[in-house]
């Protein structure tokens, strides 16, 4: 009989998995259980189709059909409630299958939860007050918008969700209030850096609190009024955003005798396999190898998500792929500003036990002297024994992503500055200057050794 392979969670690793494993395992049984209305739903877009400069499409690509087409049994409406690991069955509450269903292997692909933060008057059922984590939360938030037409915006953490959503309400024409209770945003960041994007929140007329707690949460009727911060101060608020960060969900395993690793933490090795032997876990439920230091972190990043995804299911179709961390690569915008980091930052390199130094350089993509054109600022981070970048981050108006990659690039590879420097890179002047960052950082680096 034709192995059964269970996948469970349709979101961004838990689709991957399921259309990469009937692709290269046509004869297998792949069955998926999605406990909300979407599959193969994007987080990422999610801030855009709030501010609609995006479609639902961009959010929601695939239907169920479209699976289905592909010889892949999805279920929406149906969720886990619990798994038999000993006896290798899933209990499931939906409508075509409310029972137990087994399974020879297992993908587990749950995503993560919201932290809540402990706040006076919070209520999960108060009117005005959403999280965003899902596409079924966008959606309520863009319907609130749309329907009950909110003036007064406020947003609690100042991460990157915290700040496109700041960019979404505000071109929404909502009054929009960020509070963030470090002193800085991106703590992790080289603050002298982050100048633009604290410019670009005073040239919208962006408020933004920092060093600052919401400690009580005011509503009226059940609907949201206000939220009081540490200082005193209170702000009026008909929309609340509560973007603090995210756990792994794992509820499901809690009531199912799975062993954790270490305080609720899921690890698996780098064929996502957990320590049962056919179940694996991907995407933001589990924590993973930094690439660099070696210690379990947890990156609920869509692309690891992904490639998680794809390295279960060409594993199970016979392959011998492997996931070798993550190296805390990210990308994110404010209006026009774009920004993104690699690897380590300073701090985080010396606290690894570096000998690390960083050096600055502006990076382009067009010779400066065209009108309009754009730049950024850069820290490039490096192993100074070594002669290997750890790490680099960059802030500006231009597409940082691409550069960044590159960085990425020679860390995953353990590429030297000379190394680097004999790679033949392409110059001309609408696209680069012949200094690009990677090279401008060889020359500062070698001209301080
Ligand atoms: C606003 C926002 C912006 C983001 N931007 C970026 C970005 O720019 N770049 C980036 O890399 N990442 C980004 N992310 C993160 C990215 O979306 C996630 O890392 C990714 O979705 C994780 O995939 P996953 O499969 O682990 O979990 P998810 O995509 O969350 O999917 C989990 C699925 O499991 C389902 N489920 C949970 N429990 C059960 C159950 N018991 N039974 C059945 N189904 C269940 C859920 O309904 C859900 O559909 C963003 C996320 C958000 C919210």
Redesign the pocket.
Known sequence: MAETVVI???????MTSAAVLKKYSPEKRVVL????EYVS????P??YYISQELPFEAVVRHGLEDFASRGIEVYNH???ERIDFKEKTVFVKGEKINGSFDYDKLIL????IPLIPDIRGYLNSIEGIFR???VDDAIKIKDFIDYKKPKNACIIGGGF?GI?MAESFYLRGLNTTLIEKLETLFPKMDQSLLKPIYKEFEDKNLNLILGKSVVQINSHDGVLKSILLDSGEEIEADILLISIGLRP?IE?LEKSSFKFSEKGRVYVDKKMKTYLDDVYA????VFTDNFLTGKKVYA????A?DKQGLVVAKNLSGGNKEFKGVMGT???SFFDLKMAKTGLSLGEAVEAGYNAKSVYVTAVTEVPLFKNAGRANTEVVYDVDKEVILGATMIGNIPVAQFIDQFSIAIAHKLNFEQLFDVDYAYSPRNSIVWNPILAAYRKIMSQT
Request: hydrophobic letters at 35%; glycine letters at 24%; one cysteine or more.
């Open positions: 469970v969670g349709g979101g961004a690793g838990g259980f999605e406990k909300s739903w994007a987080g990422c999610t801030p149906h969720e886990v692909s749950l995503g993560g965003l984590s899902h969700i496109e969900n499901i991907i995407g933001d439920m609920p990043f869509g692309d998500a990210f990308a994110s």
